[in-house]
């Protein structure tokens, strides 16, 4: 996500970080620079030149403070603009005080809507809400049959009618969430190819008679641009109340995120990083900028953590390490967890610097998988106790694994450096110097 927004951005502010003040021509200079960037990430192009100019005047106006070079006062100018420009605040979605909430979710076919709305679900799910899904969307074959079965892997109960017109059940799922003690109402329309006449006056008539606390726009962020200008389009009719990012985990440059909220004045409320259920989460001006700027995301990365890791589990890890303990028996266990987490590289992204760690911060999930094929293939003694695993042992745990001596001689070298660098931090030796020395 942002991967070559970031690295772009990052190499047009690099020649300012050795500035040893700040004047009108190398500022111009960069922020000329900046502008290309974000004029090929494909940013509106008013938006863009809007963004550059204010950055160019606060840029002038201020004062270097003595702990902080031009590099890195230009920079905190820059975040707090692109905060600014993605709605400065985390925005909720309106929820009634009188049950059921309608949700009505709105987008183009093929923007990721059915999808979304089993993922907002379940986000409402594990938040204690109890959420019903209804299938509005009467024309797209298997559309219906796509929401039932979200519906089953997320224990979710889906209202359907394959007679009715789409009116008809937004209209009697409401009743029938009120009959089911339903909470709230996730109405999932159709879409089209194009914004269509048609189909706007259908959900016209949806919003003008079930009359939802909240209207979600969806849109396909890999469409750059295009999403922008369908976004306008449909909030012109339906006036809706924020905005859904999906496919963020793509090759999406970016330029949605930063150009949507500025052209339609609705705010981005979430942004979709996956397939999975749980690959759904709440949008963060301040957190995105950071990662689009290579400064990370650990707030999020801390978040993800909280969910996904079990606290009993983490503690008795922690006292292994401290004694030394840790055996790949312990490692297996904790790249299953982090698998729960997503993405690896998403992961990784959220590390402050990770952008330009080069190789670091593209990692081959593929690779992990021969990993757990390695330590799967090994004897449950073998993996309390590795340094029993010699040269015959080796042979029968790469033809268990598929993989090859050497690739079984290279996990159990990386696996004794590990051990050896954990040894050494609960000793107290200095662990940036550690680090340093390791990855030289």
Known sequence: MFETLTQKLDAALKRLRGQGRISEANIAESLR??????????????????????????????????????????????????????????????FSSAPPSVILIAGLQGSGKTTFSAKFAHLLKNKGRSPLLVAADVYRPAAIDQLEMLGKQINVPVFVS?????LTIAENSIDHARKNARDTVIIDTAGRLHVDEEMMREIENIKASVRPHE???????MTGQDAVNTAKAFHDRLNFDGVVLTKLDGDARGGAALSIRSVVQAPIKFVGTGEKMDALEPFYPDRMASRILGMGDIVTLVE????????????????????AQFTLEDFYDQLQEVKKMGSLNQMIAM?????????????????????????????????????IINGSRRKR??????????EVNKLLKQFFDMQKMMKNFTKGKNFNRMLAQRFK
């Open 351 to 387: 590390i402050p610097g990770a952008s330009r760690l080069g190789n670091v911060s593209d990692v081959d999930e593929k690779d992990l998988k021969y990993v757990e094929a390695i330590i799967q293939s090994m004897t449950i003694e073998e993996r309390q106790r590795p340094n």
């Open 304 to 323: 993800k953590a909280q969910e996904t890791f079990d606290k009993e589990k983490a503690q008795k890890l922690e006292q292994k390490i401290r004694k």
């Open 215 to 221: 209207i979600l726009f969806v849109v396909d962020a």
């Open 162 to 166: 394959r007679t009715d017109s789409a």
């Open 397 to 406: 745990i790469a033809t268990g694994s598929g993989t090859s001596v050497q």
């Open 33 to 94: 620079e900046v502008r290309r960037v974000l004029l090929e990430a494909d940013v509106n192009f008013k938006v863009a030149k809007d963004f550059i100019g204010t950055v160019q005047q606060k840029s002038l106006g201020q004062e270097v403070v003595s702990s902080l070079s031009p590099g890195q006062l230009i920079i905190k100018i820059i975040h707090d603009e692109l905060v600014t420009l993605m709605g400065s605040a985390k925005a909720d979605v309106t």
